[in-house]
């Protein structure tokens, strides 16, 4: 079976046509077939990789004597001084030495006789390392032909992607993270929490979740009118009545409340006092909001937390205007949630369906 060795390289239809029997007649090109669709070369995979258990086995085994083995020389190490400091004794005073010493000295060659069995299984070990060698060898030279096959353009690229997957992986776990839901208390208080060393805290398992929840210092300031306990949450629910934010204009409140009719009222606050230097009322539910965001100034809001999920509400702080878009976001586990954008790394971090998700955000300049 043939099929295409990525998503986008589709199949190519160059000309069709009907013979006398009715039935369609079309000229195709196949894309061109991953590594792994050749049988040849993946039976070859397949034996070389056979190869390298067994070797790994051997060398397991191999480890296993030589550890055990180990121990018979260093007894052996310490027999030989001891027996050294017999013989150095008997020469230097020879005149006085009486039958017990020479007894003695019997002794502790027949101490050393068991390890001479040791020694030979040492020269069968050899052989094996010597098979090793030759095993290597083998592999190797199987490597070097299946890559000729491959060729170096096929190589290079599956590299390539191998290393841009490790990087983006690696960015990955050093970049997701998560705190814990806040307790459902019975105020309307803003809290910023701040850590100031990781080895200060207690770890805990928070529906799996490895977090540190102990806090070295806090900030707290009452946001008037706040709809609190589960009074005006995102659609998904999850006690979400306040949303923190910061963008690369500052620190962001976003809350609804009776006054606003449960509409969003967006607030700046100041990050070191988070007293609120200036607040916006929108048009917009809180409660029909999936989720929402703020980049450079503006709010975007998400249509929903499940299905096909889009960005489509925009309100502008620079102007206090709003209008409607239309950005598809994707929704692979449909359920997405605590969606919030880092402007250091000018990336949108939610949690969707108990999975960490990443999207990237590319920015650009209008020029009016």
Partial sequence: QVGPSVPEENWQVYSSAQDSDGRCVCTVVAPQQTVCSRDARTQQLKHLLEKVQNMSHSIEILDQRTQRDLKFVENMEFQLKTLENKFKDVEDGHESNTARQYKSIKAKMEELRPLIPVLESYKADTLLVKQFKEEAANVTELLGMLQEQLGGLDYQELYNRVMNLEDRLRACMQKLGMQRDPVNTA??????????????????????????????????????????????????????????????????????????????????????????????????????????????????????????????????????????????????????????????????????????????????????
């Fill in 187 to 368: 105020n309307k208080t803003v809290l910023l929490i701040t850590f100031k060393h990781v080895l200060l805290f207690i770890k805990h398992i928070f529906v799996f979740v490895l977090f540190f929840p102990m806090y070295s210092s806090y900030r707290s300031r009452q946001l008037d009118f706040a709809g609190y306990n589960n009074m005006y949450h995102y659609s998904w629910g999850g006690h979400s009545d306040i949303d923190l934010m910061v963008d690369e204009r500052g620190l962001w409140a976003v809350y609804a409340t009776n006054q606003n009719a449960g509409n969003i009222v967006l607030s700046q606050l100041n990050p070191s006092t988070l007293q609120i230097i200036r607040s916006w009322t929108t048009n917009h539910p809180k409660r029909s909001a999936g989720e929402a965001f703020m980049i450079c100034g503006t709010l975007y809001v998400t249509n929903g937390y499940s299905g096909g999920t889009k960005v489509y509400y925009a309100y502008s702080t620079n102007s206090s205007t709003y209008e409607y878009i239309d950005i598809p976001l994707t929704n692979k586990y449909s359920h997405l949630s605590m969606l919030d954008y880092n402007p250091r790394d000018r990336a949108l971090y939610a949690w969707n369906n108990g999975h960490q998700v990443l999207y990237n955000v590319t920015l650009y300049h209008i020029i009016q």
